[in-house]
């Protein structure tokens, strides 16, 4: 028997469980996947714990930075991302980046294109390091990060109300605003969101639960292409096997799990 799971603070939202419960019935794997939630000040204990006792593991908020230093191997793409939300722990603990793809794939099957448009990242989490890699190697005309302790070279949410250079942009949340159960939430304000989705030709929103959030909503209010992370969530997830496996994932296990999932 094969030992998985996923790794966070607070894991409550999480739909890995019954993602990966369905790989492995399918693949007929003989495997589980656990959920492991991890206080901050027991991470340094906990991780080394979990890479002796399971085979591979996925990491979330807000650890995806954390991880690194506790891998002896970082595969190339997650050493361009600097986060990691997957983990092999043999032969030797590695850790892999699958966000990149996943988001990839959400943009492409809902027909949101980031070529040519500038593109906003709300958010300097780890996701969106991976998503910031995407909308490049997508041919975005330019990745900018939106933060509430905005670095050089970055906006802070007041800034964005009046930035120029937006028009046809392509709005990103990686922020947990909006996510269960803090479900009325929305990363932007009335004001910012009256000002930018006017200007914008695509939303994507990481979060998958719920399926539709107030940032989506909005978006399909003003009649702008909107996407949600549950596509992603899956692709991501089915990567991450691959990786564990040693194979690649069966092309029908996408609809089968969002089916499942509906």
Known sequence: MRHYGLIGEH????????????VFRELQIRADYTLVEIPRVQLSTRIPELLREMDGFNVTIPYKK????????LHSLARRVMAVNTVCSRPVPAGYNTDVHGFSSMLQLSGI??????????????????????????????????????????????????????DRCILVNCTPVGMFPGTDACPLSPSALSKILPRAEGVADLIYNPRITRLAQ?????????????????????????????????????????????
């Open 66 to 73: 954390d991880i690194i230093p506790f891998l002896e191997d």
């Open 11 to 22: 894991l409550g939202h999480s739909l890995s469980v019954p993602i990966h419960e369905i």
């Open 113 to 166: 294109s980031p070529e040519g448009r500038p593109c906003l990242i709300l958010g300097t989490g780890g996701a969106s390091l991976a998503v910031s890699v995407s909308l490049s190697g997508m041919g975005a005309s330019s990745v900018t990060f939106v933060s509430r302790h905005p670095a050089p070279g970055q906006l802070s949410y007041e800034e964005l109300e009046t930035c120029e250079g937006l």
């Open 218 to 262: 909005a978006a399909r209010d003003a009649g702008v292409p909107c996407c949600t992370g549950m596509t992603m969530l899956i692709a991501q997830a089915l990567e991450a096997e691959e990786i564990w496996q040693g194979r690649q994932m069966p092309s029908h296990l996408m609809k089968t799990i969002e089916e499942a999932l509906l």
